[in-house]
DNA sequence: GCCAACGTTGGC
DNA sequence: GCCAACGTTGGC
């Protein structure tokens, strides 16, 4: 990591970037994850995410697919405010106060990598072959990532970077 | 836009 | 509690 030890456990998070990209993370610096709406997901946030963990900000359903950059869990996990408005696209009428469904984490930006990881590239790497997002129908829209995947990510983020790098013309 | 893989809902 | 029907995700 830049300037540090990498500590804590790592995540992939996934938005599309239609609705919120890393471009729009790193603009604001910081933002709430919410709109949550799978069980699954919902109880990574509320009981697994930790203060500075660290996450790939993936972008999904566009072309093409992929890691875009890192995010940190900034804070511990909040009720999601969107399900008690009325008016929100999340709104969950079986949600109260008092026993709230979903959840939501305060994520701030960490770093935009100079080009997309594609999806496609992730697959083609053996040591990727058991990373969530690589498997056939992995829908999960946050996933817990191996330490091991997480660097290779890192590092073709880095890689991708260079080759890039030395093309351009002195 | 298609559609396979997932998730959720609701009748029974 | 099963499971068919429906809805959604997301790569292609």
Do not use: C
Not at 10 to 39: C, M, Q
Not at 71 to 95: G, H, N, T, Y
């Amino acid at each position: 990591m830049p300037g540090g030890v990498m500590t804590g456990r790592f995540w992939l998070l996934k938005s599309e970037p239609s609705t919120y990209s890393i471009a729009d993370l790193e603009r604001d610096g910081h933002t709430a994850w919410d709109g949550v709406r799978n069980y699954r997901a919902r109880n990574l946030i509320r009981d697994q995410l930790a203060v500075d963990d660290l996450a790939i900000f993936y972008h999904s359903s566009v072309e093409p697919p992929g890691a875009a950059g890192l995010l940190r869990i900034a804070a511990r996990p909040v009720p999601d405010r969107s399900q008690f408005d009325a008016r929100s696209p999340f709104f969950d009428p079986r949600a109260t106060r008092d026993a709230p469904r979903w959840w939501s984490v305060e994520v701030a930006f960490v770093e935009r990598f100079a080009t997309i990881v594609p999806l496609g590239i992730l697959k083609e790497h053996p040591e990727l072959s058991g990373m969530m997002v690589t498997q056939r129908g992995a829908r999960l829209s946050i996933q817990p990532v191996e330490p091991s995947h997480f660097r290779v990510v890192l590092r073709l983020a880095r890689a991708r970077l260079h080759a890039r790098t030395r093309r351009i013309p002195v």
